[in-house]
């Protein structure tokens, strides 16, 4: 089943290494290539994506034999630059590196195509790679909107011109198909680019690789490329793909943001890569950025500046800087950007709605977006979403430095990441949690306040929410069963918990909700499941940095599960009612020990038999009775857990 959303908690730091999985664009370019020349290609670390995939399926579909030959690996027999199925209808999805070269290529194979993909691909313009194609012959017409996909190939009449101009600044996908699909005619052209030419990294990737395929294109700057008549594909043997520096930008970033070191492999100082210019944008906002060969490296302080920067050479990674915007101080602009337009979706409104959810103050343009952060920490009170477009979601991971997050729809990373947030989570470390369960009066509250003062780390006493909620309910005059109202009351609280005092709408409440009124009446909203839903947002932002110690019944099983010590702390219920019966009398409040004990165990049935969120001790919580203990033979306890459990290496 497809995953609706997953939620990140906030994080902490960032560190550690992780291999790439290969590029998206070098791996389709390599893909097509080994299909069009003469000769066994082997490809090794080839992307598995849903890209990747429409290009392999269309290749076999047009007749070539590609074979399996092990983890990323495959075995292209080549069909010397003549597909053998000379009619098909190929779905490509929304592979844009997939149906703007396959359009080239197909336009010179004698043969009947329809090319379509899904409806985002669709709204993508293809009408000025139709237009440089016609000009050298081919026959194609639209099935749809003018200008759009869905297409229809028929063989071409190749036309005795040697001159093709194509446009250079909606997407350079349409001059690497060009260029990949020309050579083909064998015959002597010069192909003109109009305009400036945006994402030219892009195209020296397309030479590049088309070098290593043995045709080698002169070029005069960025405007004119000659393609000569002897131009023939030849299997280079074996083709390594490089590691995707698109990919790579999200934990370099993340090794900035997060302080680092973050590691990449796949890609390094001699990557074929644009994007590895990334790493500079890195630098000029503060971070610290070294590189070997196969490798890069991000770290810093913590605090990043904010940059102006063009981004021309960068149209994919630069959207990770956007995100990382949110991080650092001052206004970034991001400039030269209008390619996110015709995208996956299109990024400067995406990005800019995205970023707004936090409260970042966002200018954006048809060719720029300027991000300036909210002023102090940020949250998240809506979710985030990705319009089907994977970096949308990759970039948003980053934003669980600041705050807890939830991303809709996350599987759409698949399209060039499939793993990408279980990868994530690896160098990705969260805000740690020390959750302190256990029945009314066993002393975790006390024993889960000190240990947060030694640690220097915040603290959450969760059962004063509840008792709040049912302070509030009582004062309201509403009945402890309504679970409607008691919810909506709860989701609407102004609770403040200040210099140890707790406040609701302003007033001090500190000494109110401790009333046994309120201790009753907790323990009965508390077992309504619509004010727990309500209660389990407010709880989750109290995680910040460094640390959060929360006490009370659910806190390692359903508030934060991925709580890094999980301890049950009870006491025989004798033990506590004796406790509570010192404490009262030491305020001079008369009390009848029998009736405490009572209390006490019929709270303790109430928690432990209700359906949602019920007092148990979880499978993997450490259990700490203390009965006949002291308070602070229990916090030390519970500090050795703690530090037995950062000496590991922190799994997530
Ligand atoms: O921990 P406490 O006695 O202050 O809690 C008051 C009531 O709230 C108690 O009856 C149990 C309930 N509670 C809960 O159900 N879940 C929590 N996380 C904390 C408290």
Excluded at 108 to 118: A, D, I, R
Excluded at 314 to 327: G, H, K, N, Q, S
Excluded at 620 to 644: K, R
Aim: charged share 25%.
């Amino acid at each position: 089943m497809k995953k609706e959303y997953i939620d990140l908690p906030p994080m902490l730091a960032a560190r550690g290494e992780i291999i790439l999985p290969g590029s998206k664009s070098i791996s389709n370019r390599v893909l097509l290539l080994a299909a069009l020349s003469e000769g066994k290609t082997e490809i090794r670390d080839l992307l598995h994506s849903d890209d990747t995939e429409r290009m392999l399926d269309a290749l076999k579909i047009l007749g070539v034999e590609i074979e399996s030959v092990g983890d990323n690996a495959y075995l292209v027999k080549g069909c010397g630059g003549d597909f053998p199925v000379k009619e098909a209808k190929l779905f490509l999805g929304n592979a844009g590196t997939a149906f703007r070269p396959l359009t080239a290529a197909l336009a010179f194979m004698n043969g009947h195509y329809e090319l379509s993909g899904v409806p985002r691909m669709h709204e993508r313009p293809i009408g000025d790679l139709v237009d440089a194609l016609r000009q050298g012959g081919a026959r194609i017409s639209y099935l749809g909107e003018e200008g759009y996909p869905p297409l229809e190939i028929s063989p071409a009449e190749i036309s005795g011109r040697n001159e093709i101009s194509v446009r250079g600044n909606v997407s350079s996908q349409f001059l690497t198909g060009l260029l990949m699909a020309l050579p083909l005619l064998k015959k002597k052209i010069e192909l003109k680019v109009e305009g400036e030419l945006i994402s030219k990294p892009y195209i020296e990737i397309t030479l590049e690789i088309m070098k290593r395929f043995g045709v080698d294109i002169e070029r005069r700057g960025w405007e004119s490329f000659f393609i000569g008549d002897d131009c023939r594909y030849e299997s280079p043997g074996l083709m390594h793909v490089e590691g995707d520096a698109s990919s790579a930008s999200y934990f370099l970033a993340a090794g900035a943001i997060g302080k680092g070191p973050v590691r990449v492999y796949g890609v390094g100082k001699d990557s074929i890569q644009g994007d590895v210019k990334f790493s500079e944008a890195l630098r000029m906002m503060g971070a610290k950025i070294s590189m070997g060969e196969n490798w890069m490296e991000a770290s810093s302080t913590g605090f990043l500046e904010a940059i102006d920067i063009d981004c021309n050479a960068i149209p994919d990674a630069a959207m990770t800087l956007a995100v990382a915007a949110l991080f650092a101080k001052g206004k970034t602009i991001l400039r030269n950007i209008a390619s996110w337009k015709v995208k996956e979706t299109d990024r400067i409104a995406a990005m800019a709605k995205e970023l707004r959810k936090f409260g970042a103050i966002v200018e954006e343009g048809d060719d720029f977006i300027a991000i300036t952060p909210p002023s102090s920490h940020f949250a998240l009170h809506d979710s985030i979403d990705t319009y089907d477009d994977h970096r949308m979601a990759m970039c948003f991971s980053l934003s669980a430095f600041g705050t807890h997050v939830r991303i809709n729809d996350p599987e759409c990373v698949a399209k060039t990441f499939p793993d990408y947030f279980e990868r994530f989570s690896k160098i990705a470390f969260p805000v740690p949690v020390i959750s302190i369960d256990g029945p009314s009066a066993s002393g975790k509250g006390t024993v889960a306040s000190l240990v947060a003062k030694h640690l220097g780390f915040h603290y959450l006493d969760s059962g004063a929410l509840y008792r709040i909620t049912a302070l509030a309910a009582i004062q309201a005059g509403l009945s402890l069963e309504d679970e409607k109202a008691a919810s909506m009351l709860a989701q609407g609280l102004d609770i403040r918990f200040e210099n140890g005092e707790i406040r609701l709408n302003g007033e001090i409440v500190t000494e109110a909700i401790r009333s046994e009124v309120c201790s009753n009446g907790a323990s009965k909203v508390a077992a309504l499941p619509a004010v727990r839903a309500a209660l389990l947002e407010l709880q989750r932002q109290f995680r910040k940095t460094p640390g959060l110690v929360a006490d009370g019944r659910d806190m390692g099983s359903t508030v934060f599960p991925d709580s890094i010590l999980k301890v049950f702390l009870t006491a025989s219920a004798e033990e506590r009612a004796k406790r509570r019966y010192k404490q009262l009398i030491e305020k001079g409040v008369s009390v009848n020990m029998d009736t405490l004990l009572q209390d006490i165990i019929s709270r303790d049935q109430r928690d432990s038999g209700r359906s949602v969120a019920p007092l148990q001790k979880n499978p993997d919580a450490e259990l700490l009775d203390t009965t006949g203990m002291g308070i602070m033979d229990a916090v030390s306890q519970v500090e050795e857990w703690y530090s037995a459990k950062i000496d590991q290496p922190t799994p997530v």
